[in-house]
């Protein structure tokens, strides 16, 4: 059973839903994202007093129009840290999904049924492009969520996790939280790992990119194990590479002692990326390739001094804009990520899209131009 629901259209944000993620060029992207995008401005800056007042601080209002992603204004990913920012009534609120926030404060993200229905749906049909649309046993290296958060409060580690869920038909994990870190089971994993080698039933081995390699690969390469996997068995991981980097764990040499510990291919390695503030909205690449943008976004890369857009090809920091948050202002948001377009068009396995590589986080990074507005707003007890 395909586990994406269709639902009946409309308005233009449900319009641009019905579209597959990598279906659409950029001629036909344009007519269907800007009025989405345009609906989804007009509807936080009539219910959600910071977002008007930055707004109108950029000298922009929703009648304002442009088919160009980069003159629509962002928020810096800052925002989202200094206070909760909700475009609906509190009693609409369902959940809330904070960040891991490892320095700082953490972004509080509020959720209604509109905003979990349109990240649901958006995710899970870029998830299928790269894993497939039907049911599969799934292997977290990571503890339950349902362990770990609350219905009303989960933590974004939680969030990305559930949202692979979809396409499992049975789930295992193997990570516990005891003495205040996280315990692997080794034996129950290989073991697993070792049933599945016998079954030939193919199989998604799901965790964060640290996790996986250090708690896992790294320890199954030293003790020199080694499994082989069906051929459709598929790795996911999610998360940043600053760790790994820092340990001087290269990308290739991931890749590499991924498929070597696990017999997979490097093409059914699959990196997900996304982010807190737009939680839901996910993008992949295979193996060594490059992360597509779906139909539901545009991805614009600004130029670290001046913030304005950058050529293809020059690195700066990454802004996505997305016109599915409707509980709360997060549809254009300058993140700290560091990043640059490589391509555009048709990829070698035929989905159209921008094609960006994530480089990294911006050192000591927080995004310019939130911090004088913030206090004026603060006064106003929004």
């Not at 992949?284 to 539901?296: E, I, L, M, R």
Request: aromatic share 8%; charged share 30%; proline share 6%.
């Amino acid at each position: 059973m395909n586990p994406i629901e269709s639902r009946p259209v409309q308005n233009a944000i449900d319009r641009l839903l019905t579209c597959g993620p990598f279906e659409l060029e950029d001629k036909d992207k344009a007519p269907l994202f800007g009025p989405a995008m345009a609906e989804a401005f007009r509807h936080h800056f009539e219910h959600n007093e910071f977002f008007r007042a930055w707004c109108l601080k950029q000298n922009f209002s929703p009648e304002k129009k442009s088919e160009d992603p980069a003159e629509w204004p962002y928020l810096p990913s800052a925002a989202f840290k200094r206070r909760n920012l909700i475009s609906v009534p509190a009693g609409d609120i369902r959940s809330e999904v904070r960040s891991s926030a490892t320095t700082g404060a953490p972004s509080v993200i509020s959720i209604d049924m509109m905003t979990s229905r349109r990240q649901s749906l958006a995710s899970a049909r870029v998830i299928a492009e790269y894993i497939g649309h039907h049911r599969r046993p799934f292997l977290i290296l990571d503890e339950d969520p349902a362990a770990s958060a609350s219905p009303r409060e989960i933590s974004a580690r939680s969030a990305a996790t559930r949202g692979f869920l979809l396409f499992a038909d049975s789930v295992e994990y193997f990570l516990k939280e005891e003495d205040g870190g996280f315990h692997l089971d080794d034996e129950k994993l290989a073991k697993s790992l070792a049933e599945h080698e016998r079954s030939g039933r193919e199989v998604c081995l799901f965790g964060f990119t640290y996790i996986l390699y250090a708690r896992v690969i790294k320890r199954l390469k030293e003790a020199k194990a080694s499994f082989r996997l069906p051929d459709r068995a598929k790795i996911v991981h999610i998360g940043g590479w600053k760790k790994l980097e820092s340990e001087r764990v290269t990308r290739p040499q991931f890749l590499e002692d991924c498929g070597r510990v696990l017999g997979l291919k490097e093409s059914n390695i699959i990196d997900f990326y996304g982010f807190t503030e737009q939680m839901g909205l996910v993008y992949a690449g295979s193996g060594n390739s490059p992360k597509v943008v779906p139909a539901y976004s545009e991805v614009v890369i600004r130029d670290f001094d001046t913030l304005r857009p950058a050529k293809d090809g020059q690195a700066g920091l990454i802004q996505i804009l997305t016109p599915l948050p409707h509980s709360y202002p997060g549809i254009s948001v300058l993140t700290d990520d560091v990043g640059r377009i490589v391509g555009r068009g048709r990829d070698e396995a035929g989905r159209w899209g921008a094609r960006f590589e994530i480089l990294g986080r911006a050192e000591n990074a927080e995004a310019r131009g939130c911090g004088d507005l913030m206090p004026e707003i603060r006064t106003r007890g929004q």
